[in-house]
């Protein structure tokens, strides 16, 4: 019968069989030849690929000559994302817009610029006419990733000039995108919801007085109402989100197709591909499920050795997903704290405390104290380990009403700001190609003619 093919047949499966069989290394291959798998080295650190200014990552310091793992510390544009963080909080502001300017462009904005540059993009958070109708409810996506992914795409078909990579150019298609990406995430949302799930329909508008966190809030939620706290809370968790080095997965994946002189929605587009997987993206969501899962398999929360046991079932592959697991703790970078894990958590207990969740905040803050001891108990690790910023990321989320389907989309409306800041650099400063290089490992084969095999 004519027509796509979305099932697993059974020739698929022996075809597959030939593949693996066929395709499977000899993992010592890898130390034999000297071959850092994941571009990581085995404490972790990443084989280094390139140089940035836009943000930076520190784990570990130097002492009498030796390497040692620290209190972990995030700086954009050499900021200190606590300073930053501390600085619009004490003001009792917004800082996403401020953040996306000083990522941008390297440069912290004074008052004026400031108001300018969220003019700018406010004037650039709309849509083109029937976007929505035409592309986004026409075959919602059960995952909003994907339906994100294309329409960014689809937006290179609504550009008069996709293809111009010069500067001011690139820049102008970075910022649409920055703009429009809270509308096709919530939007995309809505569709699904609606198609897929059966649920009402809601597309509201943005609003250009308000921030980026503030729009989020306003266009998810039927009455559009939301409280101060909970739009600085998702304003801090988005600007956590935003950058984190050039060798996260879906920030390097920008710089090698970037490197390719690729238009720039190809380049998003595979940074979303990438972030999509649930190695990188999809952490908070695991983070959430398994607490999920730990209140019904836990009888006291406040019993710390049954929470400790119940660490030690996930680790043993006896609980939840049964992968062996604690999902939130540990990072291949961090070990001692993971800074953005520290700022989010300060404020994560005032949100709980508003919503009635002061008793799951408790289990998340005993986890967090308990998972590294157990993890050492257990496992021969070659750093420590500690809560990351997913940890407490996907229980703010949960306590925003904002829906699973959404996390990771949430995490790409933030990350957009770094990836177009190492998309800029890319252009700028390199000028060639990432090609990396693979050896073969394979034996030369002799041909044999079809009749003879």
Aim: hydrophobic share 35%; glycine share 6%; net charge positive.
């Amino acid at each position: 019968m004519p027509g796509f093919k979305t099932k697993v047949t059974p020739q698929i499966e022996d075809l597959t069989e030939i593949c693996k069989e066929h395709t499977t290394l000899d993992l010592s291959l890898y130390e034999k030849n000297d071959v850092k798998r994941g571009l990581r080295d085995i404490n972790g650190k990443g084989v280094l690929a390139g140089l940035t200014q836009i943000s930076n990552i520190q784990a570990t310091k130097v002492v009498d000559g030796r390497e040692i793992p620290c209190a972990g510390t995030l700086s954009y544009r050499g900021y200190d994302i606590k300073d930053l963080t501390r600085g619009f909080i004490n003001d009792d502001r917004f800082g996403f817009e401020e953040v996306t300017y000083l990522l941008l462009f390297g440069k912290l904005p004074n008052e004026e610029q400031l108001n300018r540059f969220r003019t700018l993009l406010a004037d650039q958070r709309s849509l083109p006419t029937n976007f929505v109708r035409d592309v986004i409810m026409k075959a919602p996506s059960r995952d909003i990733m994907n339906g994100l992914a294309r329409s960014v795409l689809t937006l290179y078909s609504y550009d008069s000039n996709p293809d111009d990579t010069s500067l001011p150019n690139v820049l102008r298609q970075c910022l649409n995108l920055i703009s429009v990406f809270p509308l096709l995430s919530v939007y995309g949302y809505q569709a699904y919801n609606h198609y897929i799930r059966g649920k009402s329909l809601y597309i509201h508008n943005p609003r250009r007085e308000l921030t980026t966190a503030e729009n989020i809030l306003r266009m998810l939620r039927p009455d559009k109402k939301y409280t101060p706290l909970e739009a600085k809370i998702l304003d801090i968790a988005l600007i956590l989100h935003m950058e984190h080095g050039g060798g996260n997965n879906s920030t390097f994946t920008t710089h090698v197709v970037s490197s390719s002189g690729t238009d720039t929605y190809s380049a998003i587009a595979a940074a979303l591909g990438s972030l999509k997987g649930p190695k990188h993206g999809g952490a908070n969501i695991k983070v959430v499920s398994m607490f999920n899962d730990m209140k019904k398999q836990v009888k006291d929360w406040t019993d710390e050795e049954e929470v400790a046991e119940y660490l030690r079932k996930l680790l043993h592959k006896e609980a939840f997903d049964k992968k062996g697991l604690i999902y939130g703790i540990g990072h291949a970078i961090y070990s001692v704290s993971d800074p953005r894990a520290e700022v989010l958590k300060a404020y994560v207990e005032k949100l709980a405390v508003a919503k009635g969740k002061k008793k799951d905040y408790d289990l998340y803050a005993m986890v967090e104290r308990l998972a590294p001891q157990v993890i050492a108990q257990e496992r021969r690790i070659y750093k420590g380990v500690s809560a990351n910023v997913d940890f407490y990321s996907g229980f703010v989320y949960s306590m925003l009403d904002l829906p699973l389907e959404l996390y990771t989309p949430m995490f790409a409306v933030a990350r957009v700001v770094g990836w177009s800041a190492h998309r800029m650099e890319e252009l700028i400063n390199t000028d060639k190609i990432i090609r990396p290089a693979y050896k073969n490992v394979l034996e030369p084969a002799v041909y044999v003619p079809l009749d003879q095999r």
